[in-house]
């Protein structure tokens, strides 16, 4: 009787950096992506005999990640390059069963020079990074979810933490007015492919500020961050009527109110600190639909 089994495997390449640029007459556009791959397999063999037969190679993997990049020969979004992917290696590998492809996107954005866009000039802006996940299988099931990450923000005020527990263990005091501030991590869901990727994104991305900063004049005010990342899901839930689910992690980066030597603190000097911090994460779905990620 067999002792051992071997339920799961897979494989692929990581960290494959790709410059890819589409040239339209003297506009020139870039992107520069991180793509990482990973193939399911009926590869039973390669783990049980040693035998390599049939295998799709990572240095394969590696190599297809440029060949595919270079047959997308109209300017593409990071969804449409991912879907390319991983239905090539499902379509054109006997044994490769699923294809799951992870892609992050550097903020290159074209330049302004003297309030006109520089025809093929990028700078590096802050320091978001845009993120898809594709699935892809024999069946022809494709599963995308696109999201970012780094994505930073802070305000000043309106934010406060009242109502907690108190016990021994309790020295936080309570307050109406603090800075808040967090590196947004966000993926969404697609329940079907929009109209637009990039606009899709673009709205995501401008509900996520909407409900941490609020309106230019005077904010929104905001009562825990947990109260704060549910309207964020729910503004990407309302703008992108495609997505079906939403996971957020946010963590709470404090500024500590200071009191600088001979004075005292007047909502001015803080503390900056990173470590520890609070960290707070959810899965906000439409109603009925089944979180993509589980926490």
Sequence with gaps: MATYALPLHHHGKSKVRLGRVWRDGNVHHMVEWN???????????AFLNGDNTGMTATDTQKNTVYVVAQRMSQKCTIEQYAIALAQHFVR???????????????PWTRVQQSGLPHDHGFALQGTEVRTVYVTYDKAGTLDVT???????LLKT????????????????????DR???STVTCTWKYAAAPACYDAAYAAAKQGLLDAFLGPARGG????????TLYDMAKNILDRVPTSESIFLNMPNLHFIPCNPVGSSFNNDVYVATSEPHGNIEAVITR????????L
């Design 157 to 176: 005020t309106q934010s406060g933490y009242e109502g907690f527990l108190r016990d021994q263990y309790t020295l936080l005091p309570e307050t109406n």
């Design 92 to 106: 054109t590998y006997p044994l490769v069963s699923k294809a799951k492809i992870y892609v992050e996107q550097k």
């Design 35 to 45: 793509v990482n791959t990973m193939i399911d397999s009926d590869m039973e063999h």
């Design 146 to 152: 696109a999201g970012l990450k780094d994505l930073s």
């Design 220 to 227: 929104v005010y905001s009562p825990s961050v947990q109260y």
């Design 179 to 181: 800075i808040m501030a």
């Design 287 to 294: 109603k009925g639909i089944a979180p993509h990620c589980k």
